[in-house]
């Protein structure tokens, strides 16, 4: 009866009831279900940070060439390339730094920030009226814009430890799906003056920024993101000692509240106390999945600058001739063929193979399948329609079966507390590469271009070469000894109710 009394100050021992992360952990113990609702916030708010980064690759060779900025038509793809850097560059510089605030702060206002940056920036990005404007507002949106490393602790922290692999999967499709919806959005939207004559005129605000439609329903998108933000409860504990003493001074005298607390705080503090403080950087099973990780990043990438900018160029330097519409059409179809397997084959596949073996699975058939990309570009017709969505479905398929697996990696190698900076390392490192990704996959194709007659590997053959070298480089590291499992990854590689049962 003593219990029941102190119930509405504290629910459990150790719990607060005026912490909203209490509250989620309470709701953890009380629900073994899945909370879909806190998921398709989540869905909504990393879909909105996920769609500007790709969303200009499908008119980025355009409007580079509208800058004037390159001479000839093969050095296009290398002053796009820059472009496409400056967002994963400013990120780069700033994900450590939004990770350890969101271990002191919260996660819930770096979110926010976050996503009123790209409803600010990605709008003036389409306003752009030279190269300089246009790299600048890219770059601040990638500093300023710290959302990914803080959901990824935040997803993982609503779920409980049997469900954290579907949090992941709900990060890895909603980001996976946004590098390709975003495309789609630009390729459709962009240079509505012409494509839409009829809706828009020249003279128009659309007319005289054939850029700024799409980022503009982007950053619409993102202010809604924003609104439904403001009701994500807040993951990590705060709980001081005004908080106690409020809770002493408030709880009745008959009851032994004053006794709990005082064990409550007791236990806060042991716990506090045996937290290992080690350096992040000496957690090999954190660090190797961070490494493997960030070369697959740099990969896909590189294959997304890569994709759109091989589409849209002649068919003399061995692209497709598309339009950015035509991109679009072809990054909606990979989409909508994501969502689908993400939603009904990726947890079953997951579950039976494990993410690992996912992973080299993966890498395994994408290095064929990148090899065939030249060939591909001799097709015309319905033929080239029919081939290019389906090895382009593929290939997204298996950057995000990859990856996910990874990302839960990370998650259960560090404690809640270390959560943040721990997702802000592996964002400032795979920005980093991702930095590096679309600069080098535009130089490459630029390169690659103007050597239609070589000998050895000629034209776009030596650009999926090259991205197949890194795929091979990174489907090596997932292997012993360099890449190391989590401790409770060894010892119980699938959540069990009855780990005694595994013992002989």
């Not at 989620?24 to 609702?37: D, Q, W």
């Not at 796009?80 to 990770?99: D, E, H, I, K």
């Not at 996976?176 to 828009?200: D, M, R, S, T, W």
């Not at 072809?330 to 947890?347: A, E, H, P, R």
């Amino acid at each position: 009866m003593e219990d029941n009394a102190a119930e509405p100050l504290i629910k459990r021992q150790g719990h607060h009831d005026t912490c909203e992360a209490c509250k989620i952990e309470m709701f953890k113990e009380s629900n073994t279900g899945i909370p879909f609702k806190l998921l398709f916030f989540v869905w909504v708010v990393t879909l909105a940070a996920a769609l500007p980064i790709s969303s200009l690759f499908p008119f980025l060779y355009f409007m580079t060439r509208d800058f004037h900025i390159a001479k000839r038509e093969e050095d296009i793809s290398y002053y796009a390339g820059y472009v496409g850097s400056s967002f994963m560059f400013g990120r780069a510089l700033t994900s450590l730094l939004w990770g350890m605030v969101a271990d002191k702060y919260g996660r819930k206002p770096i979110i926010m920030i976050g996503i009123i940056t790209v409803v600010i920036f990605n709008t003036l990005f389409g306003l752009s009226v030279n190269y300089w404007m246009a790299i600048s507002t890219r770059f601040l949106l990638g500093s300023l814009c710290g959302i990914l490393g803080p959901m990824r602790a935040y997803a993982s922290e609503i779920c409980r430890k049997e469900h954290q692999a579907l949090g992941m999967s709900v990060i890895g499709t909603s980001w996976g799906i946004g590098l390709v919806i975003g495309p789609a959005v630009g390729g459709f939207l962009a240079q509505p003056a012409e494509k839409y004559p009829h809706i828009f005129s020249r003279e128009s605000l659309f007319g005289r920024f054939p850029y700024f439609l799409p980022c503009l329903v982007i950053s619409v998108f993102s202010l809604v993101a924003f609104i439904i933000s403001c009701w994500l409860p807040e993951t990590l504990h705060f709980h001081s000692e005004d908080n106690v003493a409020r809770d002493i001074r408030e709880a009745p005298p008959e009851d032994n509240t004053y006794e709990s607390i005082q064990s409550q705080e007791m236990e806060l503090s042991k716990l506090r106390s045996t937290v290992p403080q080690t350096s992040l950087l000496r957690n090999w099973p954190l660090v190797s999945a961070i490494i493997v990780y960030c070369i697959f990043q740099l990969h896909d990438m590189a294959y997304s600058e890569i994709f759109s900018l091989w589409a849209v160029s002649s068919r003399k330097l061995g692209g497709l001739s598309f339009s950015t519409s035509d991109v679009g059409e072809v990054l909606s179809i990979t989409g909508f063929g994501m969502l689908l397997f993400q939603l009904f084959l990726y947890t079953w596949i997951e579950r039976m193979l494990g993410p690992i073996l996912v992973s080299r699975i993966g890498a395994v058939i994408t290095i064929p399948l990148l090899s065939s990309y030249p060939f591909i570009a001799r097709l015309s017709g319905l033929v080239l329609f029919l081939v290019l969505n389906c090895a382009s479905l593929l290939k997204n398929v298996l950057s995000i079966s990859i990856t996910t697996g990874l990302l839960v990696m990370q998650n259960r190698a560090v404690a809640q507390e270390q959560r943040g900076a721990a997702n802000g390392i592996s964002m400032s490192a795979m920005s980093l590469f991702k930095a590096v990704g679309p600069a080098a996959g535009g130089s490459l194709l630029s390169w690659a271009q103007r050597r239609q007659h070589a000998e050895f590997l000629p034209g776009v053959h030596m650009v999926f070469f090259m991205l197949n070298v890194v795929e091979f480089v990174a489907l090596v590291m997932t292997f012993k000894p360099f890449l190391a499992l989590p401790k409770d990854e060894i010892s119980n590689p699938e959540p069990d109710p009855d780990p005694e049962s595994h013992r002989s």
